[in-house]
């Protein structure tokens, strides 16, 4: 495998585990929200990652972003202005400690993407050093 090949694995890594990172992020924004655009509350998201297989080296990419279809939580609040007629409120299903378990896992994986990003140039420069 080729120097120009190996940094093309790593950055579909970085750039997958970015877009991870970024989904997370929304989902706890959105933690609270009970009312969005389409007047429904929040769905909690997931990117979903699949391989691409160039010859015999397999990249990864985000193939789409799945929406969680559950039914929310629904939490006894006669007050809110989200309340149907029996007093309940439909809260986004996202559980902060499952999101942040996701951030954590996202930055362990694009720290070893930008590990590998950073030894493949090096050992590119030690290559340049020895041609001299």
């Known amino acids: 495998m080729d120097f120009l090949t190996a940094l093309h694995i790593s950055g579909t890594g970085l750039s997958a585990e970015r ?4 989904v997370t992020a929304s989902n706890l924004a959105n ?10 509350p929040y769905h909690r ?44 409120v ?3 299903d996202v559980n902060p400690i499952h999101e942040v378990v996701n951030l954590i896992s996202a930055q362990k994986s694009y720290d070893a993407n930008a590990t590998a990003v950073d030894t493949l140039k090096g050992m590119a420069a ?3 050093e020895i041609a001299k």
């Open 19 to 22: 877009t991870r990172v970024n």
């Open 126 to 128: 030690r290559a340049l």
């Open 90 to 92: 439909t809260f986004p």
């Open 45 to 88: 998201k997931d990117p979903v990652f699949e391989a691409v297989y160039e010859g015999e080296v397999a990249t990864v990419r985000v193939a789409g972003i799945k929406e969680d279809e559950g039914p929310g939580k629904k939490v006894y609040s006669p007050g809110h202005p989200d309340a149907d007629k029996d007093g309940f």
């Open 31 to 40: 933690a609270e929200s009970t009312r969005g655009p389409d007047g429904k």
